[in-house]
């Protein structure tokens, strides 16, 4: 089974919930367990944050989620078109942050991973970034 989808938000706290349940609403065609949608719920919420705070800066723009699904796969992207990371590398490791005042700060990335089967960074400053993210949903029995 294939199966697509696309949603565009403006870049307000309000907004990340939901993005969370648009994409569990999404997913449950694949019959997931619980702690696979958890787990989606929570990586799309630090990957929308992350677009809030870090990317818009706490201005209103556009965030798009497109999603996808594949067989047993299920692939997410968060895109913003914000400042984007000059080093995404150095971006990605544990506890790194460029808003140090903010709480849980430097986590988003290494939340993501933990509850994901892949993640890509593509970023390019004043241009934006896309986080793709992968997880195999395996099916339960109905």
């Known amino acids: 089974m294939k199966n697509e989808m696309c949603l565009e938000f403006d870049s307000i706290s309000?907004?990340?919930?939901?993005a969370r349940v648009t994409v569990a609403a999404f997913m449950t065609q694949m019959n997931p367990s619980m702690e696979e949608v958890a787990d989606v719920k929570t990586a799309v919420s630090e990957a929308v944050t992350n677009a809030i705070i870090h990317g818009?800066?706490?201005?209103v723009h556009k965030i798009v989620i497109r999603?996808?699904?594949?067989?047993?796969?299920?692939?997410l992207e968060v895109k913003d078109r914000g400042v984007g990371i000059p080093d995404v590398e150095k971006a990605m490791e544990p506890l790194y942050t460029t808003r140090?005042?903010?709480?849980?700060?430097?986590?988003?990335?290494?939340f993501m991973?933990?509850?994901?089967?892949?993640?890509?960074?593509?970023?390019e400053p004043g241009k934006g970034t896309?986080?793709?993210?992968?997880?195999?949903?395996?099916?339960?029995?109905?």
Do not use: H, T
């Open 14 to 18: 309000a907004n990340e919930a939901f």
């Open 56 to 59: 818009y800066g706490g201005e």
């Open 67 to 75: 999603g996808e699904i594949d067989g047993e796969w299920l692939c």
């Open 100 to 110: 140090p005042e903010l709480e849980r700060s430097g986590m988003g990335f290494l």
């Open 113 to 123: 991973e933990a509850f994901m089967d892949e993640v890509k960074v593509e970023s």
């Open 130 to 142: 896309k986080v793709i993210m992968k997880k195999r949903i395996r099916q339960q029995e109905e």
